[in-house]
Structures are given as C-alpha cells and as structure tokens.
C-alpha cells in the first residue's frame, strides 16, 4: 500500500515561512506527479502547486512568487516551501501523487497537515 506523508505544518505569524514535506514510501516515487492541495474551513479543496515527474511546476495565482515547489527522487520527498504567508494561505495542506497508465490515473493521499497564519 502506497503511503505518503504530509509534515512541516504549524502556527506562524503573517509575513513568515514554513516548508511543507511529503514524503512517499511503497512507490515509484520518481514517475509519480505531485500536487499539493489545501482546504480552508468551509471552502473547496484548492490546487495550490504542482510539479510533474519532469519537474515542471505550476501554481495557483496567489502563491505565485511566494511558495516553492521542489522534489528530491533520491530522498522520495517534495517540499513546498511557502514565504511571505497570509492569514488567506491558513488551510489544511494535501499532498496528492498521482500517475497515468493506459488512460487510468492511479491517485493517493497523505492526511494533510495543518497550517495557521495568525499573528
């Protein structure tokens, strides 16, 4: 069974930092797309960073300049690290990997993590 492993997440003040890590074990990591997603409190789950299994990476329009998507294969890890937060940015943090084969998409989920933005 597939596993991953959101981590990183806490409380910081407005204007701070927090890198975010999902790690991945039982998979091929390297072939896998990841995207990291988070949910506010009463609102749709949000794609905020993707980065496919050739690195190229996208993200929403207001984290652009501010996060960071990255991936180390060796290490089965993706980082998001996310500067200059906002109280908006407040929302439990997805990491989702997914692949594509003969037309089906094989997904899986990490438990989220939580990140606060408060001064």
């Known amino acids: 069974q597939v596993l991953l492993v959101e981590s990183g997440g806490g409380l910081v003040q407005p204007g701070g930092s927090l890198t975010l890590s999902c790690t991945a074990s039982?998979?091929?990591?390297?072939?896998?797309?990841i995207n990291w997603y988070r949910q506010a409190p009463g609102l749709q789950r949000e794609l905020v960073a993707s980065i496919t299994s050739a690195e190229t990476t996208n993200y929403t329009e207001s984290v652009k300049g501010r996060f960071l998507i990255s991936r180390d294969n060796a290490k089965n890890t993706v980082s998001l690290q996310m500067n200059r937060l906002r109280p908006e940015d407040t929302a439990v943090y997805y990491c989702?990997?997914?692949?594509?084969?003969?037309?089906?998409?094989?997904?899986?989920w990490g438990q989220g993590t939580q990140v606060n933005v408060s001064a």
């Open positions: 989702n990997a997914y692949f594509e084969s003969s037309g089906v998409r094989h997904d899986c």
């Open positions: 039982r998979m091929a990591f390297s072939i896998y797309n």
